[in-house]
């Protein structure tokens, strides 16, 4: 078959990892993560989806790869924890058996430790730690790390990368970005030590060449090792493009994958995740610009979801593998409908942040225009039901024209303009118990 975006389709070998196609699923968090830290299984079948839906790569976020110092209520792994080891393994499994290769995020908080936890009175009670002593906008302090503590985490990295290999994951995702602890360290907006973390941009890479140094050493050669860096902070006391470019000049012979995101989350939200106020890959020339200065594969991410575009970035050279987020939970299959020439059937995310919003407020996912999130484990069958009625759907929105075809999949019926018998189906297949 000749296929209608071939770039996107191109398999693309990393280390000694072949991914099936060039659409990769973005770091995306769980829901149902357990009081210790394991993988819940809603959040199991969750990562699933995406790899059912032809995803080359399904990265699981986020991991915290040092609980003592970063009090965020996400995923942890320690084989300490009873079940957290399986967890993970159950997981790594579901995404590997529809072909796609597991993933997983190493992340550390840094001062915004304990984000993620719903219990705020908690969350307000914890030490919080970055590069440098200061205080949040929020007024919490923040403690600078000593050398000791540096190293701790660093060797925590390492450990928590092993079991990750151990776990059945294939590739595993740095996070140095959007303001979390490595990008504290990169960042001069954070970063005023004076000893030999802070000042020049070689010393603020420090911290994350020794992360990445001991996550080689635990995986070995030829395990892909990705790296998430934001490509420019977009705001004054950050860096810039300029200097995005040359910390990964920096970073380069430490990473397999360069994954260029944008901005420092607490401040420049709208850029790291585009509203749909904001173009379609509005990151992207974030990526195409370091992509011309390294020569390790580099990921482009930021409100893609158009395969013309996505297609076009592979084929012009602006990257080498694109990601998407939010795009992949209005419509998990795009990838199996970008191979199969379905283009014209994909699902758009329409970037009004119900999914975000939704975790915020029950810690549980949701989108506008995709039933199925958040209820990916009660299965994709939909079965006939035990008694037929006629339905009215009111109102013709994705929620209406989503129910509508719900219910004739399971047998309702429904009035039809094209007359027929009681009880026999029409020429369109619709079925009426009086004719119309």
Same mark, same amino acid.
């Given at each position: 078959?000749?296929?209608?975006?071939?770039?996107?389709?191109?398999?693309? &070998?990393?280390?000694?990892?072949?991914?099936?196609? &060039?659409?990769? =699923? !973005?770091?995306?968090?769980?829901?149902?993560?357990?009081?210790?830290?394991?993988?819940?299984?809603?959040?199991?079948?969750?990562?699933?989806?995406? !790899?059912?839906?032809?995803?080359?790569?399904?990265?699981?976020?986020?991991?915290?790869?040092?609980?003592?110092?970063?009090?965020?209520?996400?995923?942890?792994?320690?084989?300490?924890?009873?079940? =957290?080891?399986?967890?993970?393994?159950?997981?790594?499994?579901?995404?590997?058996?529809?072909? *796609?290769?597991? %993933?997983?995020?190493? =992340?550390?908080?840094?001062?915004?430790?304990?984000?993620?936890?719903?219990?705020?009175?908690? %969350?307000?009670?914890?030490?919080?730690?970055? *590069?440098?002593?200061?205080?949040?906008?929020?007024?919490v302090p923040v403690r600078a790390l000593t050398r000791e503590l540096i190293d701790e985490i660093t060797s925590a990295y390492g450990h928590?990368?092993?079991?990750?290999?151990?776990?059945?994951?294939?590739?595993?995702?740095?996070?140095?970005g959007h303001g979390w602890l490595l990008n504290q360290f990169l960042s001069p907006m954070y970063n005023h030590r004076a000893d030999e973390?802070?000042?020049?941009?070689?010393?603020?890479?420090?911290?994350?060449?020794?992360?990445?140094?001991?996550?080689? !050493? !635990?995986?070995?050669?030829?395990?892909?090792?990705?790296?998430?860096?934001?490509?420019?902070?977009?705001?004054?006391?950050?860096?810039?493009?300029?200097?995005?470019?040359?910390?990964?000049? @920096?970073?380069?012979?430490?990473?397999?994958?360069?994954?260029?995101?944008?901005?420092?989350?607490? +401040?420049?939200?709208?850029?790291?995740?585009?509203?749909?106020?904001?173009?379609?890959?509005?990151?992207?020339?974030?990526?195409?610009?370091? &992509?011309?200065? @390294?020569?390790?594969?580099?990921?482009?991410?930021?409100?893609?979801?158009?395969?013309?575009?996505?297609?076009? @970035?592979?084929?012009?050279?602006?990257?080498?593998?694109?990601?998407?987020?939010?795009?992949?939970?209005?419509?998990?299959?795009?990838?199996?409908?970008?191979? %199969?020439?379905?283009?014209?059937?994909?699902?758009?995310?329409?970037?009004?942040?119900?999914?975000?919003?939704?975790?915020?407020v029950t810690s549980t996912r949701r989108c506008a225009v995709n039933p199925i999130i958040g209820r990916e484990d009660e299965g994709f069958?939909? %079965?006939?039901?035990?008694?037929?009625? &006629?339905?009215?759907?009111?109102?013709?929105?994705?929620?209406?024209?989503?129910?509508?075809?719900?219910?004739? +999949?399971?047998?309702?019926?429904?009035?039809?303009?094209?007359?027929?018998?009681?009880?026999?189906?029409?020429?369109?297949?619709?079925?009426?118990?009086?004719?119309?």
């Amino acid at each position: 078959m000749e296929r209608k975006y071939p770039h996107l389709c191109d398999p693309i &070998r990393v280390g000694n990892v072949t991914f099936r196609n &060039r659409m990769f =699923s !973005a770091p995306m968090g769980g829901t149902d993560i357990e009081n210790d830290g394991c993988i819940g299984p809603k959040s199991t079948a969750f990562y699933e989806y995406r !790899a059912r839906g032809g995803a080359a790569a399904v990265t699981v976020s986020e991991l915290m790869v040092h609980p003592a110092t970063d009090g965020s209520h996400a995923y942890h792994l320690d084989e300490s924890i009873l079940n =957290s080891l399986a967890r993970a393994a159950y997981t790594a499994d579901a995404i590997r058996r529809h072909g *796609a290769i597991p %993933s997983i995020e190493l =992340s550390h908080s840094g001062m915004y430790a304990g984000t993620y936890m719903t219990d705020k009175n908690r %969350s307000l009670g914890l030490t919080r730690w970055s *590069a440098d002593d200061s205080v949040r906008a929020d007024g919490v302090p923040v403690r600078a790390l000593t050398r000791e503590l540096i190293d701790e985490i660093t060797s925590a990295y390492g450990h928590v990368a092993a079991l990750c290999k151990r776990a059945g994951f294939e590739m595993l995702m740095v996070h140095a970005g959007h303001g979390w602890l490595l990008n504290q360290f990169l960042s001069p907006m954070y970063n005023h030590r004076a000893d030999e973390y802070g000042g020049s941009t070689e010393n603020r890479c420090r911290f994350v060449i020794q992360v990445l140094k001991v996550i080689r !050493a !635990a995986v070995g050669p030829g395990f892909p090792i990705e790296l998430r860096l934001s490509g420019a902070e977009f705001v004054p006391e950050g860096y810039d493009l300029d200097e995005g470019i040359k910390i990964a000049r @920096i970073l380069e012979p430490y990473f397999d994958i360069l994954h260029v995101t944008a901005g420092t989350y607490q +401040r420049t939200f709208g850029i790291t995740h585009p509203s749909m106020f904001e173009a379609h890959g509005r990151n992207v020339y974030l990526a195409e610009e370091i &992509r011309k200065h @390294i020569s390790k594969p580099v990921a482009a991410i930021g409100g893609l979801s158009d395969p013309e575009q996505m297609e076009e @970035i592979i084929a012009s050279g602006k990257a080498d593998i694109v990601y998407m987020g939010r795009q992949l939970l209005a419509d998990p299959e795009l990838p199996n409908k970008v191979i %199969s020439n379905r283009d014209d059937e994909i699902v758009r995310c329409m970037r009004c942040f119900v999914c975000m919003s939704e975790r915020a407020v029950t810690s549980t996912r949701r989108c506008a225009v995709n039933p199925i999130i958040g209820r990916e484990d009660e299965g994709f069958e939909i %079965s006939p039901a035990p008694v037929k009625k &006629r339905v009215l759907i009111a109102g013709g929105g994705p929620g209406g024209l989503s129910a509508a075809l719900t219910a004739a +999949r399971r047998g309702h019926y429904r009035n039809c303009n094209q007359g027929h018998l009681p009880g026999t189906p029409c020429r369109h297949g619709h079925m009426s118990q009086r004719p119309c």
